[in-house]
């Protein structure tokens, strides 16, 4: 078992499979993109793959798999289909933007990888096309709703950006009341690998939670477990239910059970934090397995106790980085 040195078991991994994205999400990248890294510096997939059984024999027992789009990267389902079989992993998962998943639905859903959390910032096709910077709102669309059709449980994440998107919160909770989906509305992280770089936010989870009280009065808090990032709430005569994510405010820390490896093999223990370790390095080098046991063990024992302290660690801005990198 993984336990940091604030005695949080730490069970949870962000595995990114790449930094690379079909879509350039205002949010999350500059226009332009980033400085997207050469192919042998990423993790290959037998690397992902040992290295999440070393971590799941240490006791990570789930693995959310992010990026960058996961499904650009062709030879995806090749560590899904080794994940599926992993003794000890109980819960994968998957990020995904919905442009590229279609394809794989139906071996997904044999895989039994039935969790997968979509990210779709309006229900309206302009809206869309201006963040994502991209004309695949139809694709989007499609993809969803087959998840939700087909029987997956699916999460909706949607970043409130203010001056782009807050007309589309209410909208939302109207369109998805038919169908059994979570969608849970993210505070934006000033990530988007640009200049961006704010002290506070508009629509913080107070803000948002007190708009869509304007037109649902009556929603109620539900039961949500522990470590969950997101406050959920129901809607009566919803399908559905809403969440709040608050990733700025960051009120969760107390409870925090994740830990990130980018598609790179850095190891990240917070968001806002430094990488603690490089695996890639280590997994190339012989003694690959105790070397990555001690680099997490070590990573682990030595965490920030919030995203406030971890931000900290940099002296410069932490916010020229971006999501893609990171894995969100
Ligand atoms: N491409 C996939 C997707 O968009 O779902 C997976 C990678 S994306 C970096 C993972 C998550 O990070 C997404 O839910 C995305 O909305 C979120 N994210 C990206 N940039 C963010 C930001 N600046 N603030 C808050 N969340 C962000
Ligand atoms: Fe791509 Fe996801 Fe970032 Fe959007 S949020 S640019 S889909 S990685």
Known sequence: MLIDNHGRTINYLRLAVTDRCNLRCNYCMPSEGIDFVKNDKLLSIKELTTISEILVNQGIDKIRITGGE?????????????????????DISVTTNATLIGPHIDELKQLGIKNVNVSLDSINR??????????QFDTVHNN???LITEGFNVRINFIVLDGQNEQDILPILDVMKHYNVSVRFLEEMPFNGGSKNFASIKW?????LEHVRTRYPDFEKLESPATSTSINYSIKGHKGTFGIIPSFSR???????RLRVTATGDVITCLYGKPKANLRDIIRNKS????????????VGTRAKTGFDAQKEHTDTVFDNSMTSIGG
Do not use: H, W
């Open 70 to 90: 996961p499904f650009v990267r062709k030879d995806l389902m090749v560590l899904l289909r080794a994940l599926a079989q992993m003794d000890g992993l109980n």
């Open 144 to 146: 969803l709703i087959r």
């Open 126 to 135: 302009e809206t869309f096309e201006r963040i994502t910077r991209r004309k």
């Open 288 to 299: 690959a397995e105790m070397g990555i046991q001690k680099a997490i063990l070590k990573a």
């Open 204 to 208: 913080d989870y107070k803000a948002i």
């Open 251 to 257: 009120t969760f820390c107390g409870s925090c059970n």
